[in-house]
């Protein structure tokens, strides 16, 4: 991948990871309900699922998912059914009045398992392997792990606005009810995300 390559790729990447979408959403209201620092993992967790399945999309498995119609559309059905149990999820996350402990935050597990029923997460990463791999004659292996690398390094710092702003909302939102419209407003964002895919 040449240097120009690189920087193209790496835009594309920045712009993919911090417009709105179910991993954005789902870091907002984990920075909203733990704070920056337990929700670290969470992001940790985004960028690790992504970058994997930017890998084997890089690699060729990509190409062989979007090609089966069947595929993607069971895929876009589960993922349509999990954003809407975590749309839920988020909505109805208890608040805290200061005195409580805080809930337990998506980890870096689920936050991981999240993309991969994410169709957004597919659409981005197919897009960017169609429009940016390089098709010189480095050995595919390299030549995936050098776009995942590129990938994540734009998309984690992107994914870290969206962990930060909702730990500020924290710090704003310090009253319950507030906290409450807050995660419903987020749930109602994230179960929204789901008719774009459904169309």
């Known amino acids: 991948m040449s240097l120009e390559q690189a920087a193209a790729f790496f835009v594309f990447a920045l712009v993919a990871a911090i417009t709105p979408g179910p991993s954005n959403v789902l870091l907002t209201a984990t920075g909203m309900q733990v704070g920056f620092l337990r929700g670290l993992p969470c992001l940790f967790g985004i960028g690790a699922g992504m970058g994997s399945m930017m890998f084997l999309a890089a690699y060729g498995f990509g190409a062989l998912v979007l090609q089966q119609p069947q595929a993607m559309q069971i895929l876009r ?60 004659a480095e050995s595919a292996l390299l030549r995936a792990a050098i776009f995942t690398l590129v990938f994540v390094s734009a998309a984690l710092p992107s994914s870290l606005v969206w962990l930060a702003f909702g730990a500020v909302a924290q710090r704003l939102l310090r009253d319950p009810r507030r906290q409450r419209g807050f995660n419903i407003a987020m749930g109602l964002a994230l179960a929204a995300s789901v008719a774009m895919i459904l169309r």
């Open 77 to 136: 059905w589960l993922g349509a059914a999990f954003l809407l149990w975590l749309a839920w999820k988020i909505a109805s996350a208890p608040v805290s009045d200061g005195k409580a402990e805080a809930p337990r935050p998506t980890g870096f597990v689920g936050a991981a398992l999240l993309q991969w029923v994410n169709p957004k997460a597919w659409l981005v990463a197919a897009g960017a392997v169609a429009t940016y791999l390089p098709g010189e």
